[in-house]
């Protein structure tokens, strides 16, 4: 389980890409100052393995169905990349509950300052918007943000000036892609309440004596 508030970026040092899967190292300082093998780390918002590290950079494998389901599969050697350990029994849930498994990608819709902000619209696919609400959360590449604006296949965030500085979404540009991840909670809810809708028919009530 992750926070989703960036630790750190991290830069691409090393990319084995095969058909559908790849092999990713990566440089970084923070994330690997307690390192483990077998450790979860965020990448852009994705769950990912240690599967080996040095003083100075960790290594891990991207299988097919987040090969083909995230924007990992654009890394390039030099690419920057969000970080993020998983959250300690113990630690401070500074943002909120993030799983680490992308629901989609969105695009960068439009950016624009707006005082000490900028505000981020991206397009999602329809069936993701679906599950945003205003003054929700939202993961994108990893980052823990506030939805402010709903419409129907697109949502709207703002960028505090230190988000922006410190993660890779200040650098993004218009076109690029994001993961995209849902509130965790809300989905639960969503697929609680779909369920206990689909028993409530008319001969389920007829039957019931409504």
């Known amino acids: 389980m992750f926070t989703g508030i960036i630790e750190e970026v991290g830069i691409v040092a090393d990319v084995k890409k095969g058909q559908n899967a790849m092999h990713l190292t990566l440089k970084a300082s923070k994330v690997m100052s307690d390192m483990q093998l077998g450790d979860s780390i965020a990448v852009n918002g994705v769950c990912l393995t240690v599967t080996d590290f040095s003083a100075s950079q960790f290594q891990a494998d991207v299988m097919p169905e987040t090969f083909q389901a995230t924007n990992l599969n654009a890394l390039k050697v030099g690419a920057s990349v969000n970080l993020e350990r998983a959250m300690p029994a113990n630690g401070r849930l500074g943002g909120h509950m993030v799983s680490g498994h992308v ?5 960068i819709k439009q950016k624009r ?3 000490n ?4 619209e991206i397009t999602l696919p329809e069936a993701l918007a679906d599950d945003c609400i205003m003054k929700g ?8 943000l506030t939805i402010f604006s709903v419409q129907k296949q697109s949502i709207t965030v703002s960028l505090i000036p230190h988000t922006y500085a410190e993660t890779i979404l ?3 540009k218009v076109g690029e892609h994001v993961n995209v991840e849902t509130d965790l909670v809300g989905k639960y809810v969503k697929k609680h309440m779909q369920a206990s809708q689909s028993t409530l028919t008319k001969d389920f009530l007829t039957q019931h004596g409504f």
């Open 103 to 107: 629901d989609g990608i969105g695009v």
């Open 170 to 172: 200040g650098t993004k």
């Open 117 to 120: 902000a900028v505000y981020v």
């Open 137 to 144: 959360s939202i993961t994108l590449d990893g980052t823990s």
């Open 113 to 115: 300052a707006v005082s």
